[in-house]
């Protein structure tokens, strides 16, 4: 392991000295780390490290290609941007879970077998926790809690999808499934697809992320759902399933961002829906899908964290997040404004940002596949894209009604890392070329060709036509939306009810026939029994013990223990003996 | 520079430079769409000419509607006290 140092190492072990820092050589402990990372993954070379046994199993530790290569670069930059973002912080808490969260992200991509791998996937789900908890607040709590609950169970169908196809294939190593897909595959798919928010699986997205700090929300936005792609990428390309489900995640996404009013829950469940053009990647399976979810999700980490920081921004100048309650702020955050459009067009996939390389990718190469439903689908959710988080959130939040807030531009560290965030966006999309050279296949692709600028452009600007048309449907409305953790949180009600009332009510009943009827029988009875102990069975016991030890001091007397009494005695029997022979001969 | 760019997308004064502006890109993008070179049609549509200003303008207002409908008719939307 000499020429080569693990990054997530570097996180992990960094993280430990960071409470017992403080002021600036803290800020310049906290950016050292994820530029030493940075440069790690630069010079890493591909192969195999860490290689060992452990209860009998292969154990490979690190498991270096192209394709673990990309997203720890992708990783380590937005590690970089994150800190820079969360500089102004006062706590170092923060800071430890954010490391320790991005040095396990780094942990699972670089994992060569299921268990190294499955140690990191619960380390990412504590230490994103702590930054829902940071928050503070019921509802953070909340939130919080729901969120560890609902991962911890993810963890625990893994592990048991792990144990299974362990079983089964004789080999904890960790590549693609081969095969005929068992039940311990299944289980498996099952855990990454709740990291990546797949549907029914997502709404522990949708409800932690708006709850987490406004700082930490950005390292939730880019690393537990992006994992969950590597992981699918790395073994399940090509399984149908997913491309359905990541379609049908791309629409549901959209729809449900039309009814959201907390600025970043939109936000979630655009993440939700860009991680479907992702998952229908890895399911079409294709070289160039495959190539196009890989570098989706490299510019979906910049971008959506951009855009998080944006409304992390406004969330922190204005403390509020509601839709309804936001407005008129483009006087006194230009900045902002113009660096949260950055990450609206890379994300909505207009020319020269970075999601028009990226995401026409994927959709050409459900066009190559021949899915020309995907394709339509995947280009209404563009459309949808572009609605919500180009023109919609920013509109609503931005400019419409003034509501008087009083704002300024967030602190210089906030900008300097949103802007980190937005050239990157720009130089994706100007020139992808190192990008495409990063991806895990050849890239045969051309994203500037006239048809494609003028269709994208047609399809993104007529959306802004309807939006035009229909503003006032789209008006915010002070509600929330019912999502699949209605059944957990409905359920848990539920449960709640059950322990509280049924059970509590025939736990009382026990108890009052117990206290009223059996208790006062068994202390009768128990009475009953210690007098016939004292009086009966001892005055018996007793009584014959004192008969016993009066006989024997009666007795005793007559053991004198002088000749002459014994001889007396022996003379008085004598005499008597002659007395009964005597009378009773006669 | 920023903040005149930004102003000029907020300030009630610029409206109507801002319509104009968003009309003669609407027609140029159509326009251009005419004239652009198309030999890797794969479907229909790809060979018709604006039909992804149909098409988007299209998924946007079905994107729109449908939601709403799913929130008031479908009873997505709920007060935000639901759960409390």
């Known amino acids: 392991m000499t020429d080569f140092v693990h990054p997530a190492l570097l996180f992990i072990l960094g993280a430990l000295p960071i409470p017992f820092l403080n002021g600036s050589i803290r800020k310049a402990y906290l950016l050292l780390i994820p530029a030493l990372a940075i440069l790690a993954v630069l010079t890493i070379q591909p192969g195999s490290y860490g290689a060992t046994q452990f209860i009998g199993q292969e154990i490979l530790i690190a498991k270096v290609d192209k394709l673990s290569i990309v997203f720890a670069t992708v990783f380590t930059i937005m590690a970089l941007i994150g800190t820079v973002y969360a500089l102004h912080l006062p706590r170092p808490g923060q800071h430890v879970a954010a490391f320790v969260y991005v040095g396990s992200a780094l942990g699972v991509v670089f994992a060569g077998d299921y268990l190294t791998l499955y140690l990191f996937w619960e380390g990412m789900a504590f230490a994103s926790a702590y930054l829902v908890f940071a928050q503070g607040g019921r509802q953070a709590i909340a939130a919080g809690f729901r969120y560890l609950m609902v991962h911890i169970t993810g963890g625990v169908v893994l592990l048991g999808g792990v144990i299974l196809h362990g079983l089964s294939t004789d080999s904890l190593l960790f590549g693609p499934i081969a095969g005929e897909m068992g039940v311990g595959a299944y289980l498996i798919l099952a855990g990454f697809m709740l990291n990546a928010a797949v549907p029914p699986l997502n709404a522990w997205l949708t409800d932690a992320y708006p709850e987490a700090t406004v700082t930490g929300a950005v390292f939730m936005s880019a690393f537990t759902t992006k994992t969950a792609v590597y992981v699918l990428a790395r073994a399940f390309p090509g399984t149908e399933l997913l491309v359905w489900l990541g379609t049908a995640m791309a629409l549901y996404g959209v729809v449900y961002a039309v009814l959201e009013n907390d600025c970043r829950r939109l936000l979630a469940y655009h993440i939700v829906s860009q991680v479907g053009y992702m998952v229908a990647g890895v399911g079409i399976g294709t070289e160039m899908a495959v190539n196009g979810a890989t570098s989706h999700a490299f510019a979906h980490i910049l971008y959506k964290a951009l855009l998080f920081m944006g409304a992390g921004a406004v969330i922190y100048v204005t403390g509020r997040r509601k839709l309804t309650e936001l407005g008129g702020l483009y006087k006194t955050m230009p900045v902002t404004v113009a660096l949260y459009m950055v990450g609206a067009f890379a994300i909505s996939a207009f020319p020269f940002f970075s999601g028009f390389v990226t995401k026409s990718m994927v959709v050409a190469a459900a066009g190559q596949d021949h899915r020309a439903l995907v394709v339509l689908a995947l280009t209404m959710a563009s459309a949808g894209t572009f609605l919500h988080t180009g023109l919609k959130l920013p509109y609503y939040m931005f400019f419409g009604t003034d509501r008087k807030l009083e704002a300024r531009e967030p602190p210089r560290n906030m900008l300097v890392a949103m802007g980190m965030a937005a050239v990157l966006c720009i130089a994706i999309g100007v020139v992808p070329q190192p990008l495409y050279a990063l991806l895990p296949y050849p890239v045969d692709f051309e994203p500037y060709t006239g048809v494609h600028v003028t269709e994208s452009l047609g399809v993104l600007m007529f959306t802004a036509l309807g939006f035009v048309i229909f503003l006032r449907a789209l008006d915010p409305e002070n509600t929330i939306s019912i999502d699949t953790d209605w059944f957990y949180r409905k359920g848990a009600r539920v449960f709640m009810w059950i322990a509280g009332k049924p059970l509590t009510r025939y736990e009382k009943t026990v108890s009052d026939v117990s206290e009223t009827a059996a208790l006062p029988f068994l202390h009768g009875a128990a009475r009953a029994g210690l007098w016939i102990d004292l009086a009966g069975v001892d005055a018996i016991v007793n009584g014959v013990a004192r008969a016993i030890l009066n006989g024997g001091g009666t007795l005793r007397r007559l053991q004198t223990g002088v000749v002459t009494h014994y001889a007396l005695a022996m003379i008085a029997g004598v005499i008597a003996a002659t007395v009964v022979f005597a009378v009773v001969w006669r | ?84």
């Open chain 2, 1 to 84: 520079m920023i903040k005149r760019v930004v102003d000029f997308f907020g300030d009630e004064e610029h409206a109507n430079q801002r319509r104009r502006l968003f009309y003669l890109v609407l027609v140029l993008i159509v326009i251009a769409d005419f004239l652009v070179h198309r030999e890797h049609a794969e479907y229909l549509w790809d060979r018709l000419p604006g039909w992804s200003a149909v098409y988007g303008f299209l998924s946007c207002v079905l994107l729109i509607f449908v939601s709403k409908f799913l929130g008031h008719r479908a009873g997505l939307m709920r007060r935000e006290d639901y759960y409390d």
